[in-house]
C-alpha cells in the first residue's frame, strides 16, 4: 500500500509539473490558420479516442473481476458467435473511421502548402546546421530569423543543399520535409505578432538538435521596418569606428589556408561574396548566432568566433585561431552590421 501512496504520489508530481508552462514549442497553442486547422483535427480525433479508451479498459476490467478464476470454479462456459454483437462490433469502429478519416483528408488538402492569393513568397534552404532565407519579392536573404507580417499569408518553398531536414515551427504549423532537388512547401497566415520557435525535426547530423529556428510575427509597421533595415546597405568602411574598422579588416584578410577566412565563406554585401555560410549583412538585427545555439551579444558572437566546433559539433565554420584582439574587433564590425 506504502508503494503504491509512493507511486501515485510521484505520478502526480511529475503530472503537476507538466502542466507548469510556458510552452514555446507547443502545438496545442496555435497561432496560425495552418497551426489551427491541425490542432482541430486532433482534437476531434483526441475524443474519438477517449471513448474507445473508456469502453475498452471497462469491459477488460468488468471481464478480468468478474471471470477471473476462484477454488473450485467449474470451467467456464465456451460460446460461438453472436450476430448481433459481431455486426456490432463491425459497424461501430468503421462509423468512428470514417468520422475520422474525412476531417483528415479535408485537413490533408487544406494544408498541403497551396500558396494563397497575395501570399508573401520565402525561399527556405536547410544547411548543415542553420537556415537561409531568400525574399525574392523583397530582395532580402537572412539567416535562422525569420521574419513574417502578421495576417498575410506566407508561402515557404523548403529545400535542402545537404541532407534532409524538417522545418517545424509547432505553433504555426505542422512540420515538413526539406529535400534537396525538391520543394516542399508550407503557407500559413499567422494571426498573432510574436516570436514563435522552432527546430529541424529531421535528424541531419551532429548537430541537428542546435538547428533551431525562430519566427517573428511582425505587426505591419515593424515589418515594413524590417523590411527597410534589411535592405540598407551596410555601413561603409570609413565611417567606422576604430575597433570596427580592424574588424573589417580582419574580416577582408585572406588567412592561410584561405578556407579560413570569413569572406570564403560569408556575405556581406559590398564587402564579400561568401555563400556557404550565413549572408552577415545584417547579422547585427539578429538576436541570436549560429542558428540560436547563442545569444547575438558581445559574449555570445566572442564564444562563436573562438570556437565554433565547440558551440556546434561538426561545424562548417572551423577553428580559425583568431587572437583575441582579432575577436574583440570582429565582435564590434558585426554587431554594426545591424
Ligand atoms: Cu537539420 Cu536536423
Redesign the pocket.
Known sequence: MRTLTALALGALMLGAVACGGPYPQSTLDPAADFGSHIDELFRWIFWFAVGVFVVVESLLLFVVVRYRARPGAPEPERVHGNTLLEIGWTLVPAVILILIAAPTMQTIFRTDGTPPEGALEVDVI?H??WWEYNYPELGITTANELHVPQGRPVSLRLTSRDVI??FWAPRLGGKRDVIAGRTNRISFTADSAGVFLGQ?????GES?AK?GLRVFVDDSVTFTQWVAGQRAAPPSADTLPDLARRGWEAFRLIRDPASNSCIACHTVQGVSGGVLGPNLTHMGSRSTVAAGALPNTAEGLARWLRDPPAEKPGSKMPRIGLTEDEIAALVAYLQLLR
Not at 529541424?200 to 541531419?204: L, P, W
Open positions: 536547410g548543415q546546421w531536414h524538417s529541424c525535426a529531421e535528424f541531419c541537428h538547428m
